[in-house]
Every structure is written in C-alpha cells, then in structure tokens.
C-alpha cells in the first residue's frame, strides 16, 4: 500500500499565485486533515473531512478551500498565496473511530514545503 | 476549548538511558485520545502510540509506553534504552472521541541521544 501520497514535494510560488497541493491515500479512510507546520508552533488543522462530500474548517482555514469529491482525493487550494502561507503542509488520513482500539492512528504523508516569495 | 502543553523545548539523554517527554492536555469532554509523534529530521510524522481516556491500563509499545495520569491531565512519553535513533522531535497530540482527523498538536520536544 503508498498509504498517503502528497505531490509535490516541493513548490516555490510568487505572491499572488494559485495553486492545488494534492493529497491520495488508498486506505479507504473516512477522515482526512490538512495541517501546517511552522517552526515552532507544532502542527496546526487547515480543514478536515470526516467523508467524501464533508469538510469542514480547522484552526487556520483563511486562504485555503478543500473539497472531498471522492473518499480517496483531498486536495489542498491556495487561492492567492501570500508569504504567511510558507510552511510545510502535511495531509493526514485516519478510518473511522473505533473504541477501545490503537487503530485510531493519524496517518500522515511525506509532506509537502511550499515557500511562497 | 482543547489545547496540549510540551514544556520541554529540547532534551539531552545519554544513550541507552530512559527519558521521559512531558505532555499535559486541558480538555472538558469526557472521552478523548492521546497520541505522541516521532518526526526525524527527514521530516516524516511517525505515530509511536496511543491511548485512550478510558483505558485504564497505560499503553505501551516496545521502547515506548505512556505515562497516563488522568486526574493530572497528563500523558508522559517514556523511552526506555535510548538510541541514536530516537533523536528528533516528539509531539504529543490529542482529539476528542468522534472527531477522526482532528489532531491538536503541542509545539513539540526537541530530543537528542548522546553517544
């Protein structure tokens, strides 16, 4: 199994530009997180979907638009990069909740280093 | 409002000692997991473990286990026999019970193994 594959791994953009970090996993897992990380400030929750059709906002959402269209997909849009957004992005997928189980496991894939000029 | 407390930026630990990575959490609901991340410095976010809230034995993994003091809010990461390899970040995260995916992080404990 690839579990969860981000591309690309690498980005520069200028100020202003779009653009879509793109995230797979072929776990069939309900849930899957965007986070950001910055030096610092561990990791922090963009948007998360609990299934295909369901997103909603994380703690730092302003600047970001997802959409789940398959269980699968979960990409990542920048609308109009500005150099706050610098940082490294993670996309992390998890199955659905089960109690009493060490399954409930955030999976995480390689990370994605965006640096926006 | 949850939030998770690491109060260790960095750590010195001679190699194959035990080391104990600190992690408190505030939280109001009644049920919620606690997990600990290793990241390297490839950059990669490798889970090591986890526990519930209603668990009552502490968890363990290999050279990991868990420190759970409910009644303290805290979840202490243990490493038992240190190893070069265990250099790197540590974060401790939780969620609440019916919310798959939505991680808070700590800032992390930064740990390095001397030879």
């Known amino acids: 199994n690839a579990g969860v594959t981000q591309t690309p791994k690498f980005q520069v953009l200028k100020t202003g530009q779009s653009m879509t970090l793109q995230c797979a996993q072929d776990m069939n897992h309900e849930y899957m997180s965007w986070y950001r990380q910055d030096p610092g400030m561990g990791l922090r929750l963009i948007h998360y979907?609990?299934?295909?059709?369901?997103?909603d906002q994380g703690e730092v959402p302003n600047g970001y638009n997802v959409s789940r269209s398959t269980t699968e997909d979960f990409p990542l849009r920048l609308l109009s990069a500005a150099p706050s957004q610098t940082s490294v992005y993670f996309c992390?997928?998890?199955?659905?909740?089960?109690?009493?189980?060490?399954?409930?496991?955030?999976?995480f894939g390689a990370g994605s280093r965006l640096t926006v000029l | 409002a949850q939030k998770i407390t690491q109060t260790q930026p960095g750590m010195f630990v001679q190699e194959k000692e035990a080391v104990t990575l600190d992690c408190t959490y505030d939280?109001?609901?009644?049920?919620?997991?606690l997990f600990w991340y290793k990241q390297p410095s490839s950059g990669e976010m490798i889970f090591l473990i986890y526990q519930g809230s209603y668990d009552q034995q502490n968890a363990t993994e290999g050279r990991y286990s868990l420190n759970f003091q409910k009644a303290r809010k805290s979840a202490n990461l243990v490493i038992s026999a240190s190893q070069l390899g265990d250099s790197a970040m540590y974060f401790c995260a939780m969620k609440r019970e019916n919310q798959g995916g939505k991680l808070i992080f700590g800032q992390g404990t930064e740990l390095s193994v001397k030879p």
């Open positions: 939280t109001s609901d009644p049920s919620y997991g």
């Open positions: 992390a997928s998890m199955r659905g909740n089960v109690r009493r189980s060490g399954a409930n496991v955030l999976t």
């Open positions: 979907s609990v299934g295909a059709g369901i997103t």
